[in-house]
């Protein structure tokens, strides 16, 4: 294991808690999805093996020495023999003396060559260990846990937000430039394109987006919230909605964000922002967040036309505070946000202005075009649409492929523009938030249709809304009777500076009943959206009007009903 790390160093990487292995990529870190990390071990083998092959020399200078020092000692002993016989005791004592000293070499020679041989046994057994399943199993699994281990954990993964790695180098998205990609810095998802400059050109891309939407001013924004949305950065909280029906260019503006995009873009089921029927429960497995991990992009797609968007879980995932989420057979983590989140739908879901939280993360597109085979026939089926269609480019996606880098260029500029102007969303955009929010605010429709509010000097009534209004609660007053004309007495609309008069009041709860009636017959009827005491009150009071309770009963000020009918 200690060779292993010292030889794959900046090659391989596990991921304790996934129990996953990464493998380095040229200017990135990929999932190991091919054992290669297995494949590594072969080093390690071979290292071995160089080094059993390396004691071949010695051994063999060894044997040699080993006979040299055997046939010195034959020769000793024949020489021992032969003065034994001669009776030559000088001669026999050095005999002796050559005998004992070549024994001795011998031995120092078989030893040396007996551990060099079983040190190359045991390096040849490691090798073929190494070589089996089991044995470079072990081998990576030491790896991991020894001194100065090729571990990591996951939460240091993809945290550099201003680095976009890509296939040739990694650009430093503060500044455009592209840099060599480093293992240090712990990217691991990618660009699947190259970046050739800020320069590259992407026509048919501008062309696409020129059609789609017309406004130069809300082109340049989406420039800029996509070249911000490309960093790993979610302090600007936004939920970007796409909205529009069917073939008028935003799916192809998404599939192609998405392709360019590679593993930083993850698309989820609608269903992870809408309410749900049964909520989920704390313990369960959450892979679902858990795979929003380190993306940048988020998409969300085709939402019902009935659908309602869910405060909380918008809320939770556009935020920039710490998601907690569980995978499956792994323990329960935190991890921070690094996402932009985009809703892409023919039908805008409701409740997305529900509250101040909602409101102020919504941006929405209007795709108002169509793109079409026949813009004639299609004008003449539906001629309120005339001017709204577009002619269809078949070849389209096909040459979108071939701009990837200038598009991924485009977007590149974005960032840096961002940088430099912020968000700053134009007049149109704001514009499609604040009538999205009128048209769900059942409330105001209701007010709007079924009452007569207090004088308001900016709003313009017409003769039937103050003759309505005199008749109801001015005739009997001394100033109407003398002739004073109601739109100048705005001091009589403003009783006790609360907009209201003591005595003009209504019951609550007659109010609310015909509310909820008028609610089922003209929003839906499911009993679960159905506006309550509780939460009408509320916003009654958020518009400004005043309530109290007066011998058990709810007083509603500076309301009548003009019509019971719904």
């Not at 020489?79 to 000293?101: C, F, G, I, M, T």
């Not at 009589?492 to 509310?515: H, M, N």
Request: hydrophobic fraction near 40%; charge should be neutral.
């Amino acid at each position: 294991g200690i060779l292993y790390t010292h030889l794959q160093r900046n090659r391989f990487l596990y991921i304790a808690e996934d129990k996953k292995w990464l493998v380095w990529r040229s200017h990135h870190w990929c999932l190991d999805r091919k054992n290669e990390h297995l494949r590594g071990v072969e080093a390690v083998a071979t290292a071995f093996l160089e080094e059993a092959k390396g004691l071949d020399v010695p051994i063999e200078r060894n044997t040699e020495s080993l006979q040299e020092a055997n046939a010195e000692v034959a020769a000793a002993k024949k020489r021992v023999k032969q003065a034994e016989k001669d009776k030559d005791a000088p001669a026999l004592y050095q005999a002796d003396l050559d005998a004992r000293e070549a024994a001795a070499n011998a031995s120092r020679f078989a030893d040396i060559l007996r551990g060099l041989m079983n040190r190359r046994k045991a390096l040849t057994r490691r090798v073929d260990r190494l070589r089996s399943m089991v044995g470079a199993k072990n081998c990576v699994g030491w790896a991991s846990v020894v001194e100065n281990p090729l571990s990591v954990l996951s939460e240091e993964l993809d945290q550099r937000p201003w680095l976009l790695a890509c296939e040739n180098g990694v650009v430093d998205l503060e500044t455009a430039e592209l840099l060599p990609g480093r293992p240090s810095d712990l990217l691991v998802k990618s660009v699947p394109v190259e970046f050739l400059g800020l320069d590259a050109p992407c026509p048919d891309w501008e062309a696409l987006l020129e059609s789609s939407l017309p406004d130069p001013e809300v082109r340049a924004f989406l420039q800029r919230l996509l070249g911000y949305a490309i960093t790993g950065f979610c302090h600007e909280q936004i939920l970007a909605c796409f909205v529009g029906e069917g073939a008028n260019g935003k799916g192809v503006i998404f599939e192609t964000i998405q392709s360019i995009m590679g593993d930083l873009c993850w698309r989820i089921l609608p269903e992870m922002i809408l309410e749900q029927k049964t909520p989920r429960n704390s313990s369960s497995v959450s892979t679902d967040i858990m795979a929003l991990r380190g993306r940048r992009i988020v998409i969300a797609s085709e939402t019902d036309e009935h659908c309602r968007i869910s405060a909380a879980k918008v809320k939770e995932l556009t935020g920039a505070d710490t998601l907690n989420a569980r995978g499956l057979f792994v323990e329960e983590t935190n991890f921070g946000p690094t996402h932009t989140m985009f809703v892409q739908s023919n039908h805008i879901p409701h409740g997305l202005t529900a509250d101040f939280a909602l409101r102020r993360r919504l941006v929405l597109f209007q795709f108002l075009y169509s793109f079409v085979d026949d813009i004639a026939a299609e004008e003449a089926k539906t001629p309120a649409r005339i001017g709204f269609f577009r002619k269809k480019d078949d070849q389209l996606t096909a040459r979108l492929k071939s701009q990837y880098p200038g598009i991924l260029a485009w977007l590149v500029r974005g960032c840096a523009l961002w940088q430099k102007h912020g968000l700053a969303p134009p007049p149109q955009i704001v514009a499609n938030v604040e009538e999205h929010r009128r048209n769900e605010d059942y409330l105001e429709q209701f007010l709007t249709t079924h009452t007569l509010r207090p004088w308001n000097p900016k709003r313009h009534y017409s003769h039937g809304d103050m003759a309505q209004f005199g008749i109801a609660q001015y005739c009997s007053t001394a100033d109407n009777n003398q002739g004073n004309h109601l739109e100048d007495r705005p001091d009589q609309w403003s009783y006790q500076g609360r907009g209201v008069d003591p005595d003009d009041w209504i019951p609550f709860k007659e109010f609310r009943e015909l509310y909820q009636k008028w609610f089922v017959e003209r929003i839906t009827e499911a009993k679960k959206y159905l506006p309550t005491g509780k939460g009408t009150t509320k916003k009654l009071r958020e518009k400004g009007y005043l309530l109290d309770e007066r011998g058990g009963q709810v007083r509603l000020f500076g309301v009548k009903i003009l019509s019971r009918e719904v």
